[in-house]
């Protein structure tokens, strides 16, 4: 069974700063895609990123890039140069080829502070 | 290209009503998926839905919740006798294919519906 871990419930940065948020997964599927979705606190998702397991260099996204290390089974989010406006929950995400669903991690809640 | 469009946003109902949550998919989507939202957690899978057939409801309580996505309209999940712990944020999300290229294809979700049961 596919799982995500989010071990970091809340995160603060200065705004200009960069963050990572970290993200591991399990799954045995060799095929696989990850993803990121932000939620402010109006409540919608908003996809962010994507990375696809046999995708040879990692996704970047404008402010956004994804630091995949397939051997550690980890897909951190990287968010350069913070904005105020970045305080949301954010999510991570897998979904195996095989399958149709996401699997979503239980979130991190981001806060900017200026 | 308008998004996926979700109504009601917020519901309330007493325990014991029903519920209905409705859902448009985007123009040209024909994949349809619930998710639901407990307070502070993340999102769990319900239901995936093709035009007229249930996929995968693994994710489904086995009681009072059912789904549809019939020829013609939205996509309804159905709450039948509604109780506290129904209380939560319903996302529907919609994509035109399951796969593309190495598998990737991405849900777009609507805004939610916020189920309140009092």
């Known amino acids: 069974a596919q799982k995500i871990t989010q071990t970091q419930p809340g995160m603060f940065v200065q705004e200009k700063e960069a963050v990572t948020l970290d993200c591991t997964y399990d799954?045995?599927?060799?095929?696989?895609?990850l993803f990121w979705y932000k939620q402010p606190s109006s409540g919608e998702m908003i996809f962010l990123i994507y990375?696809?397991?046999?995708?040879?260099q990692n996704a970047t996204e404008g402010r956004y890039s994804l630091n995949f290390q397939k051997a550690r089974k980890s897909a951190n989010l990287v968010i350069s140069a913070s904005q105020l406006g970045d305080s949301a929950m954010y999510f991570c995400?897998?979904?195996?080829?095989?399958?149709?669903?996401?699997?979503f991690g239980e979130g991190t809640q981001l806060t900017v502070n200026p | 290209n308008a998004g996926v469009m979700q109504n009601p946003r917020h519901l309330v109902r007493r325990r014991g009503q029903e519920a209905r949550l409705r859902c448009s998919p985007m123009?040209?989507?024909?994949?349809v998926y619930w998710y639901r939202q407990l307070p502070e957690e993340g999102l769990k899978f319900m239901v995936y839905l093709q035009k007229e057939n249930i996929i995968d409801e693994s994710g489904m309580p086995k009681e009072r919740f059912s789904a549809e996505f019939p020829k013609e309209g939205p996509s309804i999940l159905r709450i039948q006798q509604v109780v506290r712990g129904d209380s939560a944020a319903y996302f529907c999300a919609s994509s035109p294919r399951l796969f593309r290229d190495l598998g990737f294809d991405e849900q777009f979700f609507g805004p939610g519906t916020r189920l309140t049961v009092l």
């Open positions: 995400a897998m979904r195996e080829t095989s399958g149709s669903r996401l699997t």
């Open positions: 990375q696809g397991s046999y995708d040879q």
């Open positions: 799954t045995s599927d060799p095929s696989y895609g």
């Open positions: 123009k040209g989507h024909s994949h």
